[in-house]
């Protein structure tokens, strides 16, 4: 059983920047395919950006060259660094932990991008 709490969402002006981190707790996140997604109202939730076990990232094309995605197993926290963000970068961001057959998601931060 993995527990995540998001954290590091706000307002910020477009061209700013972010950092979201996920604590993880109850399990070592080591073997984890971690991610970041994200979700408006009346959408879909849709990736951002994957790591696996061995630090194979993948993005989505609309933040690709702007988003980083990172993991510290140590401190059973994953990260993701934004920049230039836009006003469509506004969502509810979720971090989700996925081994296998199992999953888990937090609770989700709020990011919102206006001037």
């Known amino acids: 059983q993995v527990q995540l709490v998001e954290s590091g969402g706000g307002l910020v002006q477009p061209g700013g920047s972010l950092r979201l981190a996920c604590a993880a707790s109850?399990?070592?996140?080591?073997?984890?395919?971690m991610g970041w997604y994200r979700q408006v109202p009346g959408k879909q939730r849709e990736l951002v950006a994957s790591i696996t076990s061995l630090r194979v990232t993948t993005y989505a094309d609309s933040v690709k060259g702007r988003f980083t995605i990172s993991r510290d197993n140590g401190k059973r926290t994953l990260y993701l660094q934004m920049n230039s963000l836009k006003p469509e970068d506004t969502a509810v961001y979720y971090c989700?932990?996925?081994?296998?057959?199992?999953?888990?998601w937090g609770q989700g931060t709020q990011v919102t991008v206006s001037s």
């Open positions: 109850g399990s070592a996140i080591s073997f984890y395919t």
């Open positions: 989700n932990a996925a081994l296998q057959s199992m999953g888990y």
